[in-house]
């Protein structure tokens, strides 16, 4: 299984991206993704996941109302949409995959596989 994330890049404050993650080796429409981040200094922290069907989103606290998280089962990728983006979202942001049926979107621990991770920075 491979998850191959990519989109990261430097961007002003108030600016735009669009991760991409995609992936390999696994019958992604049985799978829930999710998207996480982490910045120095501070543990992983969810940012968001979706389920099987694209039909139900969660999202962290912090990136509500700013995030999009979707996905394309015919290509077997999951995106990040980060709009009004701040400093302190600057983190490397990775894609991870858990078996649907299962809750608990947000504990890192019930997620499968990880992607390689993506550099976000956000000046200011």
């Known amino acids: 299984v491979q998850l191959q994330a990519s989109g990261g890049g430097l961007v002003q404050a108030g600016g735009s991206l669009r991760l991409s993650c995609v992936a390999s080796?696994?019958?992604?429409?049985?799978?829930?993704m999710a998207w996480f981040r982490h910045a120095p200094g501070k543990g992983r922290e969810f940012v968001g996941a979706?389920?099987?069907?694209?039909?139900?989103?969660y999202y962290g606290d912090s990136v509500k109302g700013r995030f999009t998280i979707s996905r394309d089962n015919a290509k077997n990728t999951v995106y990040l949409e980060m709009n009004s983006l701040k400093p302190e979202d600057t983190a490397v942001y990775y894609c991870?995959?858990?078996?649907?049926?299962?809750?608990?979107?947000?504990?890192?621990?019930?997620?499968?596989?990880w992607g390689q991770g993506t550099q976000v920075t956000v000046s200011s």
């Open positions: 080796g696994l019958t992604f429409r049985n799978y829930v």
């Open positions: 979706i389920n099987w069907s694209g039909g139900t989103t």
């Open positions: 991870a995959a858990k078996p649907r049926g299962s809750t608990s979107y947000e504990m890192e621990m019930m997620y499968n596989y």
